[in-house]
């Protein structure tokens, strides 16, 4: 299978604290993006790191990217109750395909 | 921001009939793609296409589908005859190239209901 994981699943933080969640894949790789999907959304392009890059950054969001052991993971600083959605790391393998992780819930309370 | 636009946002079929999902990708880009999410689950690739012809397929995209470029803005996805296990989220994206570096932007979606 080319799928990897998410985790957590699930989520739940409080606004104003950082919320870390991870991704592991299985293929080489050409770049990983993160998705944001809102409940019952399409999936809104977050950030995008190539496969010889290892860190990226774009407003409150931190990529990081390990390819030695086929992992990334994505920070939200200073998280907003706004960020309450689902996150979906997907990796582009070598056909140019898009292959996506199980995706984290994130719960932010106000 | 250019924005791919689906059409409809919600569509409810009997088993059997044939159904049209209908997409706008991002007016400059070139390659093109449909994912499905079933409810709970991952999202899936299905297919790309380029340059008029399917570039990619997965093992889900069997003979019941085909999509086209019927003109220079749409991009469609057939299901020839709905069954039960093809409800789902489906959505289309593009992307103006290949590259690395290249994200693909999605849409908002279609849900197909099959009753």
């Known amino acids: 299978s080319q799928q990897g994981e998410e985790d957590p699943q699930a989520l739940s933080i409080q606004e104003g604290e950082n919320a870390t969640m991870n991704c592991s894949y299985k293929t080489s790789i050409n770049n990983l993006q993160w998705y944001r999907q809102n409940s019952g959304r399409g999936l809104v392009h977050l950030i995008l790191?190539?496969?010889?890059?290892r860190e990226k950054h774009s407003g409150r969001l931190r990529v990081t990217l390990d390819t030695s052991k086929k992992s990334s993971s994505l920070l939200i600083t200073a998280s907003r109750a706004a960020d309450t959605a689902s996150y979906f790391c997907?990796?582009?393998?070598?056909?140019?395909?898009?292959?996506f992780g199980s995706g984290t819930r994130l719960l932010v309370r106000p | 921001e250019p924005e791919v636009t689906q059409t409809p946002s919600h569509q409810v079929t009997q088993m059997g009939q044939e159904v049209i999902l209908r997409c706008v990708p991002i007016?400059?880009?070139?390659?093109f793609y449909w994912y499905r999410q079933i409810l709970g689950q991952k999202v899936e690739f299905l297919v790309s296409?380029?340059?008029?012809?399917?570039?990619?397929k997965s093992e889900i995209f069997d003979d019941q589908f085909s999509v086209e470029r019927p003109d220079g803005s749409n991009f469609t996805l057939k299901i020839r005859s709905t069954k039960l296990e093809d409800s789902a989220m489906y959505f289309c994206a593009s992307s103006a190239d290949r590259g690395s570096d290249q994200p693909q932007h999605f849409g908002d979606g279609t849900r197909l209901s099959i009753l």
């Open positions: 296409f380029y340059n008029n012809e399917i570039s990619e």
């Open positions: 997907a990796w582009m393998d070598s056909s140019y395909k898009l292959i």
């Open positions: 790191i190539r496969s010889n890059e």
């Open positions: 007016s400059n880009h070139l390659y």
